[in-house]
């Protein structure tokens, strides 16, 4: 978890002598895997980098993904440096400026709103799960897969099995819901076997180590803009397995 309050931005308007000042609060949850090593750089470096492409009318929107794209290059690069190659990161950050509650998302962390006087709950991320029909076209045109293993409880046997197609996704979820001896794992990305599609780090998931838009597992965050005023509180959360 990592929480930054008012913090303070200088910013020229128009180049002009005068400047600006801006105040922001960000709040984050970043749920590691693999180790701690890629949370607790995203909890040393999010929040400043993020800062930094701030304007007179708030968060630069256009620039966020290269801020996480350039955070995910820097962290790999120096994971390979200091042999923690396994280790990764999902990121869920709420940004407060001026009148607008931001939430940025990457990975399966949660960020719910209660809104209007708690006449209304929304989720306010979306989680990046493998079998979610855009993630998955993503998977599939990235030359990435998806598998998910069961195992049965009469005899102990486990089997695999893959997808490439949306259609042969369908038929293993039909199976499980028509199986009773069958209990079915979750949907994982092959390279590397998370059960989450966008994280930072994560190498063995990633077809390139600088290049990441060629990546099956990416970064690239899901950013949206709320009206502050119709916000009573928020939640992120990410799930506690102990």
């Known amino acids: 978890v ?3 309050l008012n913090a303070q931005r200088k910013i020229n308007e128009n180049n002009m002598a005068n400047k600006l000042s801006l105040s922001c609060s960000m709040f984050s949850v970043f749920d590691g895997h693999g180790g701690t090593a890629c949370c607790n750089y995203l909890k040393d ?3 400043n980098a993020l800062l930094s492409h701030l304007d007179v009318d708030g968060l630069i929107i256009p620039a966020v993904k290269g801020v996480y794209k350039q955070l995910d290059e820097d962290y790999i690069k120096m994971a390979i440096e200091q042999k923690h190659q396994f280790a990764g ?4 950050t709420l940004l407060v400026i001026n009148n607008s509650l931001i939430v940025v998302n990457t990975g399966d962390s949660r960020a719910i709103l209660s809104m209007r006087g708690g006449s209304r709950v929304t989720e306010a991320s ?3 799960k493998p079998d979610k029909l855009s993630e998955f076209y993503r998977i599939i045109e990235s030359n990435g897969e998806l598998y998910r293993m069961s195992a049965n409880v009469k005899t102990g046997q486990n089997s695999f099995y893959f997808a490439r197609t949306y259609a042969q996704l369908k038929k293993i979820n039909e199976l499980e819901r028509n199986s009773r ?5 979750p949907w994982r990305v092959k390279p590397g076997g998370l059960s989450v599609s966008r994280s930072f ?25 709320f009206d502050l005023t119709d916000v009573d509180f928020a939640f992120i959360a990410c799930k506690l397995i102990s």
């Open 2 to 4: 990592s929480i930054l």
């Open 89 to 92: 990161s999902c990121a869920n």
């Open 45 to 47: 470096n999010l929040h």
């Open 126 to 128: 979306a989680d990046h």
């Open 181 to 185: 001896h069958l209990v079915f794992g």
């Open 201 to 225: 780090g994560d190498i063995e998931s990633k077809k390139t180590h600088t290049a990441q838009s060629n990546s099956v597992v990416t970064s690239e965050p899901d950013i949206t803009e």
